[in-house]
C-alpha cells in the first residue's frame, strides 16, 4: 500500500509547490493568454505554461519509482520509461516555444515527434481484446494481434488521436486537469483486476493523477493559470501511453475519453467539410462552450463533463468487452441527442433576448 500512497501524494504536492513556481515565472516573462477571441472567455491575462509544472512533479515522481524499483513488473522496460521521459520533453519544449510566441504551425511538431518517440520504444499496440470471438489466448480471452508495422501505426494514430482531444478540449478552467486525473484513476482501477499487485502501470496512473489534482487547485474557476500547448498534449500523451501499457485498454480510454473524441470528431469534420477552413481553426463550437451557450455556469459545464467522464469510464470497469461495443454506441447515441438539445436550447435562448 505504500508504494500507492507515496507517488501521487508526492506528485500532487510537487505539482502544487511547482505551479506557484512557473507561474510567476510566466507573469515575469508575460507568457500569458490574451483573451482576443471570442473563445477566450477568460476575464483579464492568464499565465501559461502550467503543463512544465505537470510534467516535472510526474517525471520525479517516475524516476523516483524507476530507482526504488517499483515499476520494474517487466511490462514498463527502460526504453519505455526513458520513451516517456523524453518524448513529454519535448511536448513541454514545443509547447513553451508556442506559449511564449504563439506560432501555431509548431503545435504539430511535438505530438508528431512524442508518438514517434513513444513508438520507436516499444510502446505499441500488441493486441486488443475481441469482442466477437469466445476463444481464449494467453491471457485467458479472447484477442486480436497486431504484429510489426500494423501495431506500430495503430499506435502511432492512437496517440496522435489522444494528444489532439486533450489539446482541443482545454477550452474551459480545469476542464482537461480534471479529467486527467479522472481518467488515470479508473486506469488505476483498471489495472488492479488483471496486473500484478502494486504494478508500474498502476503506480504510473496515480502519479499522473497525483500531478493533474495538484494543478487543478490552480486551474479550477476562476482559473489562476492555464496548461498551455504543453500540458494539454502532454495530458493526452499520457493517457494513451496507459491505455497501450495497461494491457490494450483501448475501449476502457475510448470510453473515458469518448465525449472529448466524439465532439472532436464532430467539431473537425464540420470546419472541414461544411466551413471550408483548416480542422486546427479555434471557434466556439466545441461541446464545453455550446453547454455554457445553452445555460450552464462555467463550472457547471466543467463538472457536468467530469460526471459524463466517470459515468462512462465506470461503465468499462464492469463490462465485458463485447458489452463494451455496446456502451460505445450508447454514447454515440446520447452524444447526438445531447448536441441536438444543447443547440435547441441555445436557440430558444436567443429568441428570448
Keep these: 500500500m505504500f508504494r500507492y500512497f507515496l507517488p501521487p501524494l508526492l506528485a500532487f504536492i510537487l505539482s502544487l509547490l511547482l505551479t506557484q513556481k512557473v507561474r510567476r515565472l510566466a507573469l515575469r516573462f508575460n507568457i500569458v493568454d490574451v483573451p482576443t477571441e471570442e473563445r477566450k472567455i477568460q476575464k483579464g491575462h492568464v499565465p501559461l505554461l502550467g503543463g512544465l509544472a505537470v510534467y516535472f512533479s510526474f517525471v520525479f515522481v517516475l524516476i523516483l519509482s524507476w530507482s526504488l524499483g517499483w515499476l520494474a513488473d517487466g511490462k514498463i522496460t527502460t526504453p519505455k520509461i526513458i520513451a516517456i521521459i523524453l518524448g513529454g520533453l519535448i511536448i513541454c519544449l514545443v509547447g513553451f516555444w508556442d506559449d511564449k510566441y504563439n506560432i501555431k504551425t509548431k503545435s504539430f511538431i511535438g505530438p508528431l515527434c512524442a508518438a514517434l518517440v513513444a513508438v520507436g520504444a516499444g510502446i505499441t499496440i500488441g493486441y486488443i481484446t475481441n469482442p466477437f470471438l469466445s476463444g481464449t489466448g494467453p491471457y485467458g480471452r479472447a484477442l486480436l494481434y497486431f504484429g510489426g508495422a500494423l501495431g506500430s501505426i495503430l499506435s502511432f494514430l492512437w496517440l496522435l488521436v489522444m494528444m489532439y482531444t486533450t489539446k482541443f478540449l482545454d477550452g474551459l478552467d480545469g476542464l482537461v486537469s480534471g479529467i486527467g486525473a479522472i481518467g ?170
Design 184 to 353: 488515470s484513476l479508473i486506469l488505476f482501477i483498471v489495472s488492479l483486476f488483471w496486473d500484478v499487485p502494486q504494478s508500474g502501470t498502476s503506480i504510473l496512473c496515480l502519479t499522473l493523477a497525483g500531478s493533474c489534482l495538484g494543478f487543478l487547485i490552480y486551474n479550477w474557476h476562476p482559473a489562476a493559470i492555464f496548461l498551455g500547448e504543453s500540458g494539454s498534449v502532454f495530458i493526452g500523451f499520457m493517457l494513451g501511453i496507459l491505455a497501450i501499457i495497461s494491457g490494450g485498454k483501448i475501449a476502457t480510454a475510448l470510453l473515458i475519453m469518448g465525449i472529448p473524441l466524439l465532439d472532436l470528431a464532430w467539431v473537425v469534420l464540420r470546419r472541414i467539410f461544411k466551413e471550408h477552413k483548416s480542422p486546427f481553426a479555434g471557434d466556439r463550437k466545441h461541446l464545453h462552450f455550446r453547454l455554457l451557450d445553452a445555460g450552464f455556469s462555467h463550472r457547471g459545464a466543467v463538472l457536468f463533463l467530469y460526471f459524463l467522464t466517470v459515468l462512462f469510464g465506470s461503465v468499462s470497469l464492469f463490462l465485458q468487452s463485447q458489452y463494451k461495443i455496446t456502451a460505445l454506441v450508447v454514447m454515440v447515441i446520447f452524444m447526438i441527442i445531447l448536441g441536438y438539445s444543447i443547440v435547441n436550447q441555445h436557440n430558444k435562448n436567443q429568441i428570448k433576448r
